[in-house]
């Protein structure tokens, strides 16, 4: 293999420390893409009802979009010479977005959706923050991606709102 030298960023021989802790931030965001795509189709399908048809529809448009970050996270793992984990690697986290006792419960899972949002915010705000002055194209996809999650979570803050209004949330 060449070496590669100091001038190739994040790349270089000398950062495969960062480099290494990076891989292992993005593999975390890989996982909780894939995640919230298992938890957006079971919630896009299971709730009843007539409100329940909005709420279905934009997680319909949210599964695509979280596919595609997570694709976005496996080739960004493979440029920085890491591997993309295996699905025995996989533990799940997200217990807010389990079925609820109800499928009218819609409150439950637009709730769930605002937790899973905020969550990957946080996450996708620590990745910015770590590659700073480190590795701009990384950091490029992910405020990127942190678009996406902040405009999913608003749309979800909104339906909130309206149970809020009429005091059912
Ligand atoms: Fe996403
Ligand atoms: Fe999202």
């Known amino acids: 293999m060449t070496v590669r030298n100091a ?22 965001a890989y ?22 048809q909005e709420i279905i529809e934009a997680l319909k448009t949210d599964i695509t979009e979280e596919l595609g ?17 295996g699905s025995m690697d996989f533990t799940a986290e ?14 439950h899972v637009i709730k769930g959706v605002i937790e899973a949002e905020s969550g990957a915010i946080e996450h996708y705000n620590r990745i910015i923050e770590f590659t700073d002055g480190i590795d701009y194209v990384t950091q490029d996809m992910v405020i990127g991606i942190l678009g996406d999650e902040q405009a999913h979570r608003r749309l979800f803050e909104g339906f909130l709102r309206e149970y809020q209004a009429e005091g059912l949330a």
């Open 7 to 28: 001038s190739e960023g994040i790349l270089s021989d000398d950062k495969s420390a960062q480099r290494e802790e990076l891989i292992e931030l993005l593999r975390k």
């Open 31 to 52: 996982w909780m893409e894939i995640e919230t795509v298992m938890s957006y189709i079971a919630n896009s399908v299971n709730p009843d009802g007539v409100r329940a």
């Open 69 to 85: 970050h997570a694709q976005q996270f496996a080739n960004r793992i493979k440029e920085l010479y890491g591997v993309v984990p």
């Open 94 to 107: 997200q217990s807010y977005l389990q079925p609820p006792d109800q499928q009218t419960d819609i409150v």
